[in-house]
């Protein structure tokens, strides 16, 4: 369709052609400039691809040094998942400890859960029944015995962790008291009472 | 010239590089995931989901929840916080080293800071900082221990206690990561919301529970059945304001339930190696927190990244 025109190939000046310019040292200075600083920062960012860095970790030595000091709260951590666990005492009592309002008793800064150990004990264990004044309000309980498939161990971290949470400030729990009180109450099947529970030694 | 080779080799070059950095490596880095355990506790994490959360997974896909909530929790730092559990028999040199610790303090500030011990001495971003409180508390005779909490918008709404990592979606197939917030992030629902009534009433009215929510409400998921019947142990627990009527109950259908059960499931909230985090001391006796074998002092510094120790991956 369209016609070339006559004069370009008539015309004095040459047709124009690709030539070869060398890359100015600057672009090479720069590029190497740019690849060190890639390599600088890919040192100390990248983790090396392990798997177990995440941001805003830069590497597994960093993650190490930030790691919890072994024993840290180690008791109060095994309480704390029974606890929150799926068949623990959170469904009722709530993460916060604070129960819930005309249903569930809280623990939080409850002189139950912060009294006598043998009395604390034994509401797990056994259960809980019938009227019982908690920080000053009535409640009528109707707790079941969730502590008698727990473990002596499992029993103890999750009552010391009540007792050392959310303010609470009472003494530690050990497997052997909650083994001697298990031994104390038995075979007993049916639910203790507020009264029966203040009528227990110290 | 014929440039066809040039341009397959350039075209094979470019796939080939994206699919090394997309799906090769990717796959090298993590596609041999296995289960880990949790640190400090030693607990094999993740476990699968029990059944019946495992098909309420299906009823979160198949709704969309994936499309308003998402399920992953970022850190984008670390708060270090040393706390001061014990005095020392040095008491002159321990106070010496909380007036340059507590740069300002005058002396009776310090004197009633040593009461009531353990207390906060320092808190802030700066590991350095910590560590030279640290070092310096050590020297005089003092013990501490450090906790660290990671930090960021994320985690100070309560979405979670740490970041999610890849070990939390071990057993999910397909990830539902999500990518919009229109809601808030469900990494870690199970913990904050742990109460399954709780969950039932919310999916069946949103408005019940949260004021002003815009989640769409999932009555679909519940029957309405005439309480002439009997009542449903399963019925909801409404109040008067739910507009049910007074000859009806609402009880939720299996999907409701298993869906709940996996809402309740979601729990990605045990400190492990690669998500590091210490929980704040509840105010406890300082007698049975062994202050003894605290803190990371030994050669602990932060700024080097030298690669000449290997982790001691505890």
């Given at each position: 369709?369209?016609?070339?025109?006559?004069?370009?190939?008539?015309?004095?000046?040459?047709?124009?052609?690709?030539?070869?310019?060398?890359?100015?040292?600057?672009?090479?200075?720069?590029?190497?400039?740019?690849?060190?600083?890639?390599?600088?920062?890919?040192?100390?960012?990248?983790?090396?691809?392990?798997?177990?860095?995440?941001?805003?970790?830069?590497?597994?030595?960093?993650?190490?040094?930030?790691?919890?000091?072994?024993?840290?709260?180690?008791?109060?951590?095994?309480?704390?998942?029974?606890?929150?666990?799926?068949?623990?005492?959170?469904?009722?009592?709530?993460?916060?400890?604070?129960?819930?309002?005309?249903?569930?008793?809280?623990?939080?800064?409850?002189?139950?859960?912060?009294?006598?150990?043998?009395?604390?004990?034994?509401?797990?264990?056994?259960?809980?029944?019938?009227?019982?004044?908690?920080?000053?309000?009535?409640?009528?309980?109707?707790?079941?015995?969730?502590?008698?498939?727990?473990?002596?161990?499992?029993?103890?971290?999750?009552?010391?962790?009540?007792?050392?949470?959310?303010?609470?400030?009472?003494?530690?729990?050990?497997?052997?008291?909650?083994?001697?009180?298990?031994?104390?109450?038995?075979?007993?099947?049916?639910?203790?009472?507020?009264?029966?529970?203040?009528?227990?030694?110290? | 010239?014929?440039?066809?080779?040039?341009?397959?080799?350039?075209?094979?070059?470019?796939?080939?590089?994206?699919?090394?950095?997309?799906?090769?490596?990717?796959?090298?880095?993590?596609?041999?995931?296995?289960?880990?355990v949790t640190v400090p506790g030693n607990d094999t994490y993740p476990l699968n989901r029990a059944g019946l959360?495992?098909?309420?997974?299906?009823?979160?896909?198949?709704?969309?929840?994936?499309?308003?909530?998402?399920?992953?929790?970022?850190?984008?730092?670390?708060?270090?916080?040393?706390?001061?559990?014990?005095?020392?028999?040095?008491?002159?040199?321990?106070?010496?080293?909380?007036?340059?610790?507590?740069?300002?303090?005058?002396?009776?500030?310090?004197?009633?800071?040593?009461?009531?011990?353990?207390?906060?001495?320092?808190i802030g971003p700066s590991r350095a900082v910590a560590d030279k409180a640290v070092d310096s508390i050590k020297s005089a005779g003092g013990k501490t221990v450090m906790h660290i909490k990671p930090a960021g918008p994320e985690?100070?709404?309560?979405?979670?206690?740490?970041?999610?990592?890849?070990?939390?979606?071990?057993?999910?197939?397909?990830?539902?990561?999500?990518?919009?917030?229109?809601?808030?992030?469900?990494?870690?629902?199970?913990?904050?919301?742990?109460?399954?009534?709780?969950?039932?009433?919310?999916?069946?009215?949103?408005?019940?529970?949260?004021?002003?929510?815009?989640?769409?409400?999932?009555?679909?998921?519940?029957?309405?059945?005439?309480?002439?019947?009997?009542?449903?142990?399963?019925?909801?627990?409404?109040?008067?304001?739910?507009?049910?009527?007074?000859?009806?109950?609402?009880?939720?259908?299996?999907?409701?339930?298993?869906?709940?059960?996996?809402?309740?499931?979601?729990?990605?909230?045990?400190?492990?190696?690669?998500?590091?985090?210490?929980?704040?001391?509840?105010?406890?006796?300082?007698?049975?927190?062994?202050?003894?074998?605290?803190?990371?002092?030994?050669?602990?510094?932060?700024?080097?990244?030298?690669?000449?120790?290997?982790?001691?991956?505890?």
């Amino acid at each position: 369709m369209s016609v070339e025109p006559k004069q370009s190939t008539t015309s004095s000046t040459p047709e124009p052609k690709a030539g070869r310019t060398p890359v100015p040292v600057w672009l090479v200075v720069l590029l190497f400039i740019l690849l060190y600083w890639a390599m600088i920062y890919f040192d100390s960012y990248g983790g090396w691809f392990s798997p177990q860095v995440y941001a805003p970790y830069h590497s597994t030595n960093q993650l190490a040094e930030y790691q919890p000091p072994s024993g840290d709260n180690e008791a109060l951590l095994a309480g704390k998942k029974v606890y929150e666990s799926n068949l623990g005492c959170a469904i009722c009592h709530q993460n916060d400890g604070l129960g819930k309002p005309g249903q569930f008793p809280p623990l939080a800064g409850s002189e139950w859960a912060q009294g006598a150990p043998s009395r604390m004990i034994r509401i797990p264990l056994c259960g809980l029944s019938g009227p019982i004044t908690v920080k000053g309000q009535a409640w009528n309980a109707a707790m079941p015995n969730v502590g008698s498939i727990l473990t002596d161990d499992q029993l103890a971290a999750v009552l010391t962790y009540i007792r050392k949470s959310w303010g609470n400030t009472a003494s530690e729990i050990t497997p052997d008291m909650v083994k001697k009180v298990r031994g104390e109450v038995g075979g007993r099947a049916q639910p203790f009472t507020g009264d029966e529970l203040s009528k227990v030694a110290e | 010239m014929n440039y066809g080779p040039l341009i397959f080799l350039a075209a094979f070059f470019a796939l080939a590089t994206s699919w090394f950095g997309f799906v090769l490596k990717p796959q090298m880095q993590i596609g041999q995931l296995s289960q880990t355990v949790t640190v400090p506790g030693n607990d094999t994490y993740p476990l699968n989901r029990a059944g019946l959360a495992q098909q309420g997974a299906e009823v979160y896909r198949a709704n969309g929840c994936a499309s308003c909530h998402s399920q992953n929790v970022r850190q984008f730092g670390t708060i270090c916080e040393v706390v001061l559990t014990a005095t020392g028999t040095n008491q002159t040199a321990l106070i010496a080293a909380l007036r340059e610790i507590k740069a300002g303090a005058s002396d009776q500030e310090i004197a009633s800071f040593l009461t009531g011990l353990p207390k906060q001495l320092v808190i802030g971003p700066s590991r350095a900082v910590a560590d030279k409180a640290v070092d310096s508390i050590k020297s005089a005779g003092g013990k501490t221990v450090m906790h660290i909490k990671p930090a960021g918008p994320e985690l100070a709404r309560g979405w979670g206690e740490r970041q999610s990592v890849a070990e939390d979606f071990l057993y999910d197939s397909p990830v539902m990561l999500g990518s919009q917030r229109v809601g808030p992030d469900l990494a870690a629902v199970g913990m904050r919301l742990s109460d399954v009534n709780w969950h039932l009433r919310h999916l069946y009215n949103p408005r019940l529970e949260v004021k002003g929510s815009v989640m769409p409400s999932y009555r679909f998921l519940f029957e309405k059945r005439k309480l002439a019947a009997g009542a449903s142990p399963d019925a909801l627990v409404l109040s008067a304001g739910a507009g049910v009527p007074a000859d009806a109950q609402i009880v939720p259908k299996r999907e409701a339930i298993a869906l709940v059960a996996y809402l309740t499931s979601l729990r990605s909230q045990e400190p492990l190696f690669t998500a590091p985090y210490s929980t704040a001391t509840p105010p406890a006796s300082s007698g049975t927190n062994a202050p003894g074998t605290n803190a990371p002092v030994a050669g602990a510094s932060p700024t080097t990244n030298s690669t000449t120790t290997p982790a001691p991956a505890k």
